[in-house]
């Protein structure tokens, strides 16, 4: 499909004077737009939901400004100007795995283990000790499946980390490790989600969602978790009153109506629970993995990504991007096209990004860098917890090393 160059572009932050409100208007008052644009467009005005067809629709047919226009007004709505990030770190126990899904550049399999780490419980507590004088506020843990890392080990590891530093919120695994260990333990979701909620669990990532789908799923990501299993686990989760997030692995070989299965099983889900946060389409990253084969989407199709997902996920408060797999200068766009969190301040704690070809081979951002890349775009920089309480509004915060001296003492020649 070929996109004209956008009509109603918003690269940019908007400057033409007009607010979100008067855009979709004048987007309404187009006459050269279909019906079921129109239509859309009306919808989303009024705050009535998109159905599954007209998600479809949208990735078939509407250009990138048509879009952008749509989910920008919903999100500032949402939240204004408002861009939330975290501080955290992450700890990746093991990048051996039983599984072998085609799209992973990151785990090596048993057999390939001289490429590969497995830390031990001491090894990992370090790496949280690390940690101590850093003002993070969180923890995100996830990486490949073992079958060592069982229900008691990672029991025991919640644990540790919560005692040693108790408000260091605990973010932990995906149904993908949850489903494996509590299978292994021959225990229900139900049982294994309290489990590790009194082990000190707190929340859980939006990983190993993939494409929910059987028809992808099957060649992707065979033998691991299935789409229904990986919402069950959430919803035992969300029941026992917690929150998580959910991730869509897109731009590989799904066709756009799987896409749309996927976000409309999850918009079902949170009608249910609502115990989602946040929504994070994940761009697929071809090399060094089974399909590199696969072209990877354009810069142009990840925009329009994250708009229909701003769209047609109205249930859900927060989309994010990761700005170590888009590049920072498509995240920075991302602001304008739906995305309200950009994920996160980072060092180089996670190998996922590089090793899957990402624009950022050593994914590091300072806090005041991070603060600079969303104010550069005219939003406002709010530094959140993982449950989004603020920590810092930056907007008037100066940085100490970009304080300027008013003046510059020159020296003074004593005549007398
Ligand atoms: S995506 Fe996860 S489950 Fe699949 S092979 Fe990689 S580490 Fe293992």
């Known amino acids: 499909m070929i996109f004209k160059s956008p009509q109603y572009c918003i690269f940019v932050q908007n400057k033409s004077g007009m607010n979100t409100t008067e855009q979709v208007e004048k987007i309404l008052a187009d006459t050269s737009l279909s019906t079921e644009l129109q239509n859309i467009a009306h919808k989303v005005l009024h705050k009535e939901r998109i159905t599954f067809d007209e998600g479809v629709y949208l990735y078939e047919h509407a250009e990138l400004g048509y879009l952008g226009v749509l989910a920008n007004f919903i999100r500032e709505e949402k939240h204004g ?69 069982d229900v008691a080990f990672y029991s025991a590891l919640f644990t540790a980390i919560k005692e040693h530093r108790p408000e260091l919120h605990v973010k932990a695994l995906t149904p993908v490790e949850y489903h494996y260990i509590f299978k292994k333990a021959k225990i229900d979701y139900a049982t294994g989600m309290k489990l590790m909620k009194d082990a000190g669990l ?100 990840d925009l329009r990504n994250y708009a229909i997902a701003r769209i047609y996920m109205d249930n859900f408060d927060h989309i994010k991007a990761y700005w170590a797999m888009i590049s920072r200068e498509t995240a920075q766009l991302s602001l304008n096209y739906g995305v309200d969190d950009i994920d996160g301040t980072l060092d180089d704690t996670t190998k996922i990004y590089s090793m899957a070809g990402a624009e950022e081979q050593t994914p590091a951002m300072s806090t005041r860098e991070l603060v600079n890349l969303i104010k550069q775009v005219g939003r406002k920089a709010i530094e959140r917890d993982t449950l989004y309480n603020v920590v810092t509004d930056f907007e008037n915060v100066v940085f100490e090393e970009e304080k300027k001296p008013a003046y510059y003492k020159l020296p003074v020649v004593n005549h007398d």
């Open 81 to 149: 100007d408002k861009t939330y990030f975290n501080r955290n770190f992450h700890l990746e126990p093991t990048n051996l795995c039983v599984y072998d899904c085609k799209f992973c550049s990151y785990s090596r399999l048993i057999k390939q283990k001289e490429e590969g780490w497995a830390l031990t419980m001491e090894q990992m507590l370090d790496i949280v000790k690390k940690y101590d004088d850093e003002p993070v506020t969180e923890v995100h843990i996830v990486g490949g499946v073992l079958p060592q890392y």
């Open 202 to 301: 707190q929340s859980m990532p939006g990983g190993g969602a993939e494409i929910f789908h059987p028809e992808v799923r099957e060649q992707i990501a065979k033998d691991k978790c299935t789409g229904e299993q990986w919402l069950a686990i959430h919803e035992e989760w969300h029941n026992l009153g917690m929150r998580s997030n959910a991730t869509m692995l897109y731009g590989h070989i799904e066709k756009f109506w799987h896409r749309v299965d996927h976000m409309e099983k999850l918009r079902q889900l949170q009608d249910k629970t609502g115990g989602f946060q946040t929504f994070i389409p994940l761009k697929f990253r071809n090399q060094h993995n089974q399909m590199s084969n696969v072209p990877e989407s354009s810069v142009i199709e």
